[in-house]
């Protein structure tokens, strides 16, 4: 138990202002218990370095040039379900919250929170918190009271559908969804074209989106 209280929290950043990008790198390499792994400026190089040595916390921007950091936290969820991403964003809307959380970001932090909060901010994510600056988790309570799901619609998916469609929400991409199923990579996709197909989507996402916003897995 020891071992694991001290463990360093390997921590990625994806940051495309250098000198925000800098300062994070000094602020992990100087902090006891951090480590940064690798600071980048782009989400497609952030996603490159991870595949070999995935860390334990990616700490990334929404506004980057090519993919965006929603897109990017997407992909990294999908890669590595249990990883922990967390925004450090300007923005404080309600859309990119909204996409943020949807992505799979377990935390929503704005670019003012101070150095301290933020690595506690960070630790909190990685021993299973949701770590949001105050103005972003008042606005995350608001959106909760004011969405009412749908009542309930049957869309007719098998009970193999259903399993599979489960473990796509729980995290599971198609290749660690066949093996837990033990089956193969294709006809996880098969049932993913039928799914699609019942469902009137296009993408694993939308078909996730849907199966939350009408309660499909109740």
Do not use: W
Request: with cysteine; aromatic share 6%; charged share 30%.
């Amino acid at each position: 138990m020891e071992k694991e209280a001290t463990k360093t929290i390997r921590t990625l950043i994806i940051e495309d202002q250098k000198e925000l990008r800098e300062g994070l790198q000094v602020l992990l390499k100087f902090t006891p218990g951090f480590e940064c792994v690798g600071a980048f400026r782009t989400a497609e190089e952030g996603i490159s370095r991870a595949k070999n040595d995935p860390p334990d916390v990616v700490l990334t921007d929404i506004g980057l040039p090519g993919m965006n950091g929603i897109e990017g936290t997407r992909r990294f969820k999908e890669m590595f379900p249990q990883m922990v991403v967390l925004i450090l964003s300007v923005h404080d809307d309600d859309e990119r919250i909204f996409d943020a959380l949807c992505a799979g970001a377990c935390g929503y932090l704005l670019k003012r929170t101070p150095p301290t909060k933020l690595l506690e901010n960070i630790k909190e994510a990685v021993t299973g918190g949701a770590p949001m600056s105050p103005e972003v988790a008042s606005k995350v309570i608001r959106l909760f009271r004011e969405f009412r799901p749908p009542e309930r619609v049957d869309y007719d998916l098998t009970p193999h559908e259903t399993r599979i469609l489960k473990l796509l929400v729980n995290g599971y991409n198609f290749t660690t969804a066949a093996r837990k199923l033990g089956v193969s990579y294709n006809t996880v996709k098969f049932h993913m074209t039928n799914i699609y197909g019942k469902l009137q989507v296009h993408s694993k996402t939308d078909a996730v989106a849907k199966a939350l916003q009408n309660r499909l897995l109740d």
